[in-house]
Nanobody, 124 residues
Framework: QVQLVESGGGLVQAGGSLRLSCAAS????????VGWFRQAPGKEREFVAA????????NYADSVKGRFTISRDNAKNAVYLQMNSLKPEDTAVYYC?????????????????WGQGTQVTVSS
């Protein structure tokens, strides 16, 4: 079983930055693809970014490309989402998720494990 815990959310002004972390149970996280998703009130959960276990495959949603960077450190059993140039429309609860393999990574249905989420609020 894999347990995921997100951290690093908070309140930031537009144009600012936040770094989210996703920590997983030891010796289970490294071979997994990890994705970040977000969900705003009244909206569907949407894909943000994903990274393969080796870091060789990375995908971003068009809405965050050039602003967000996903990375992982398997030795630390952690995945990160660096968010720069934040906009009010980035406001949402951010979730990390994990699955074995790398396929249609923008589809939340393919992920087996989910964290509880961390709130990101971007003010004008």
């Amino acid at each position: 079983q894999v347990q995921l815990v997100e951290s690093g959310g908070g309140l930031v002004q537009a144009g600012g930055s936040l770094r989210l972390s996703c920590a997983a149970s030891r010796r289970t996280f490294s071979p997994y693809t990890v994705g970040w998703f977000r969900q705003a009130p009244g909206k569907e959960r949407e894909f943000v970014a994903a990274i393969s276990w080796s870091g060789s495959r990375i995908n971003y949603a068009d809405s965050v490309k050039g602003r967000f960077t996903i990375s992982r450190d398997n030795a630390k059993n952690a995945v990160y989402l660096q968010m720069n140039s934040l906009k009010p429309e980035d406001t949402a609860v951010y979730y990390c998720a994990a699955v074995s393999g790398y396929g249609t990574v923008d589809d939340p249905a393919v992920y087996d494990y989910w964290g509880q989420g961390t709130q990101v609020t971007v003010s004008s």
